[in-house]
């Protein structure tokens, strides 16, 4: 199998839906000819043409409207926002229409597409290129949202997403888009929506991370081994609908929990896995679960490696946990 | 005017200036320039579905106000602007509506027992009681969904279309809005998408006047909508949309335009909103009922009336004969919805996702489980 980053198994991704579908098309902020920000829509251009890897104005409402109407009309869209914070030009569209046209029209009219934009932080982009906002989607009824944190995953769940029938919020974490290298499994190769990957087995704390933070964890795992606490780490992987039944056997068998996330903490998809936690496995805890994330304020530039829950801050919480 | 929160916008006379295609004459007699050429039977078949829209919403205002449907929103007085465009698109044209156009959803076949299940949010209403009354579809028809948020559907309407242009199909796209969508972020992306793009699109605008309590002159400082094109590089034309012929001759211009690969047009359609926003609006708070009479006069159906009395001798007794057998048609799909029961209980979780995941079925079994299990008002 051949060594890929994130950015190219993406890109191998995409290029592999497009020879296999006619339908799937790109569209975005400078897709095209440049071949995105990040490069990731590589070489797209010039082997499928600008009917299918489309330079758009720079709108981000009016990229997720039009590609709601090119879904409707039968194509498979999959357009990119430049980062995960610009996205909320098209926020109404995302939550008012394209969420809700499966179920407002009675199913008449499905609409489905996959969205694509860099989120996370870590990369000095300061607020506006470095939030997660992940919750301010899963909120909303209607959409599937995914993260992944290495190139098989990332491209194995692309391509299912591509092919899931409902619209999907696809968060690539472009802390680790050329950080984060690996096998990626040639040709056709799916990983399925709403399953968690067991990354590291272990028996003292469950960890529930994903994206760019699960290599902190894992730094923070092996931190913690030293001092005798063996940690389970689970990448959620799919954020939304989350694969409940992986994190509560973990817990089951732990008793203990630590889920991280970047976004800030109130609020954030942490709450819900640990409410989730207290009320299917109340009677396993051995420990209040425990959450480290980023901060409720915005997303700072000189000091964000203090906001964000690195391993510094993880292995803390994974001790105090474990010997609560 | 003393008083008044704002005059009452424009004046009737808009509709003579000399850029606003006008075809239908006073006299009921048509002015040849722009005569689309309908038929006699074709005129006779629009007559009857705007006399159809016009006795629908009467009917159901007053249902709604004996509270029988929570809500209905009308198209009093703009029945030209919307069965004229709706007529002339093709038959493989999209149709993409604002939340005022169940005419047109008629017009592409919606069977009025389904409207009316619409009304009552019903198990039969096409969109299964999810949404509020006139927030219908029908896909069959090449008819798109409503939803309430203003001026979405603008950029739907033109990604819909660019995708034919993209596939090489012969399809354009008509899509509805008001006078105040015009102000909307979808407006702007779609008018600049569709001229970039050339995606064959019709953007419709139905200004009548009102959006809402809000005059168009607080909307915009530009002297007519249809000058927005300009901007965009999109043309832009202003019609007399109380006159159908008016509506007819522009929208199929617009049509022919897209088809032959020309992009898109805007229609400003001049047109008055005679009756409130919706049921939960009244105007009185903020129009004075005294400038209403010239638009009153204006009334489309009336003005087709004499036109179809001069060229076919139509009488009053056969106006009268309609109004009993389009009477009769809707009280009994009424009757019919009002019988027909609620959506299931568990519909409430189906088309939320293509398949139900695992906490909508832990909730839908919550739900099942509860006291209300029998069902809603049960």
């Not at chain 1, 068998?253 to 991280?260: A, E, H, L, M, P």
């Not at chain 2, 008629?106 to 009552?120: A, E, I």
């Amino acid at each position: 199998m051949p060594q890929m980053n994130m950015v190219q198994a993406i890109n191998d991704a995409l290029r592999h839906e497009m020879r296999r579908d006619s339908r799937v098309v790109v569209l975005g902020e400078d897709v095209g000819k440049v071949g995105g920000v990040f490069r990731v829509t590589q070489g797209l251009f010039d082997e499928f043409g600008d009917d299918r890897v489309i330079d758009t104005p720079l709108s981000e409402g009016g990229i997720i409207g039009t590609a709601i109407g090119m879904a409707l009309y039968g194509l498979v869209p999959v357009p990119e926002i430049q980062f995960s914070d610009f996205i909320f030009p098209a926020y109404d569209q995302i939550v008012s229409e394209l969420a809700k046209y499966r179920y407002r029209s009675g199913g008449e009219y499905p609409a489905k597409l996959v969205i694509r934009t860099p989120t996370g932080g870590g990369i000095r982009g300061g607020h506006y290129h470095s939030q997660s906002p992940e919750a301010q989607f899963i909120h909303v009824a209607g959409l599937k949202v995914v993260c992944p944190s290495n190139p098989a995953d990332a491209k194995g769940l692309l391509l299912a997403s591509i092919r899931d029938p409902d619209p999907v919020l696809f968060f690539e974490p472009k802390r680790i888009y050329r950080a984060a290298k690996g096998e990626v499994p040639e040709g056709d190769h799916t990983v399925p929506i709403g399953k968690a990957s067991v990354v590291r087995k272990g028996q003292h704390v469950t960890i529930v991370v994903w994206g760019a933070m699960l290599y902190e964890a894992l730094d923070a795992a092996n931190q913690a081994a030293a001092q005798g606490i063996d940690c389970e780490i689970i990448d959620l992987r799919t954020l939304w609908p989350l694969d409940i039944e992986t994190i509560i056997t973990s817990v089951k068998k732990t008793g203990r929990v630590v889920v991280v996330h970047e976004a800030p903490k109130s609020c954030g998809l942490g709450g819900e896995i640990v409410a989730l936690i207290n009320e299917k496995a109340f009677l396993h805890l051995e420990a209040p679960p425990k959450r480290v994330t980023g901060f409720d304020t915005p997303f700072p530039y000189t000091l964000e490696m203090e906001y964000l829950p690195l391993s510094h801050r993880i292995l803390p919480a994974i001790i105090e946990t474990a010997r609560y | 005017m003393e008083g008044s929160a704002h005059p009452v916008a424009r004046h009737p006379l808009d509709t003579h200036a000399p850029d606003v295609v006008r075809v239908l004459r006073d006299d009921g007699t048509l002015d040849p320039t722009n005569d689309p050429g309908l038929r006699s039977d074709e005129v006779l078949t629009l007559y009857r579905a705007m006399v159809r829209a016009r006795l629908l919403d009467e009917r159901l205002v007053r249902l709604q106000r004996q509270g029988r449907i929570g809500f209905h929103i009308g198209c009093k007085g703009e029945e030209a602007s919307i069965l004229g465009s709706a007529f002339a698109m093709r038959q493989n044209d999209w149709i993409f509506p604002c939340y005022r156009e169940f005419a047109a959803a008629l017009w592409r076949g919606m069977p009025l027992q389904r409207y009316v299940d619409n009304m009552f949010g019903n198990t039969n209403d096409p969109v299964k009681g999810r949404q509020m009354p006139d927030h219908y579809t029908w896909k069959s028809g090449k008819f798109g969904s409503v939803s309430s948020p203003i001026g979405t559907q603008i950029t739907q309407a033109v990604g819909f279309a660019w995708a034919a242009k993209i596939r090489k199909e012969d399809a354009a796209v008509l899509v509805y809005f008001g006078d105040g969508a015009t102000s909307s972020n979808e407006f702007h992306n779609g008018m600049n998408f569709a001229g970039v793009f050339k995606a064959p699109t019709v953007f419709f605008c139905r200004n009548n006047g009102w959006a809402i309590s809000v005059p168009t002159e607080r909307q915009t400082a530009s002297e007519t909508f249809a000058q927005k094109g300009v901007a965009y590089g999109v043309p832009g034309v202003r019609c007399d949309g109380n006159d159908l012929f008016a509506v007819v001759k522009v929208t199929r211009d617009a049509v022919a335009r897209a088809a032959r690969g020309e992009g898109p047009t805007i229609i400003e359609a001049l047109t008055y909103r005679l009756e409130g926003h919706s049921t939960s609006d009244d105007p009185k708070a903020y129009r004075p009922e005294a400038g209403l009479d010239s638009w009153r006069r204006l009334d489309p159906i009336p003005r087709l009336r004499r036109y179809i009395e001069r060229t076919t001798g139509w009488t009053d007794a056969q106006d009268k004969e309609l109004e009993t057998e389009l009477d009769a048609e809707l009280q009994a799909a009424i009757a019919v919805a009002e019988k027909t029961a609620p959506p299931a209980l568990e519909s409430m979780f189906e088309d939320v996702f293509g398949e139900l995941p695992w906490h909508l079925q832990e909730q839908r079994d919550e739900l099942l489980r509860g006291p209300r299990a029998k069902g809603h008002g049960h």
